[in-house]
């Protein structure tokens, strides 16, 4: 049987998880996160939220073949992608405590 009190307080704190989970996701969407290839050659920058933000390609880049700047500027928006899932799952958890047992969330 349910302690009406535990009840309470149960629901108290998963409103504030959720609050707190709230500010996070607006937290991420100001983070910015650069990635790059190239030795710099190419700078990308995403949000937390995964979205892209900013592509910069160095201009020596362009005396390179289609092919491999192509693949830089594939190399670099996955890096900073990569980047920003780290840091959204380590914000997440920070918040949940672990609860969501290392799902990787998309967007989170």
Partial sequence: MFNKGNMSKMLKQAQD???????VQNELDDLNINGESGGGMVKATVNGKMELLNLNLHNDIFEEDKDLIEDLIISAINNAMNKAQEESQNRMSAVTGGMLGGMKIPGM
Wanted: hydrophobic content about 30%; glycine content about 0%.
């Fill in 17 to 23: 998880v959720q609050k707190q989970i709230e500010n």
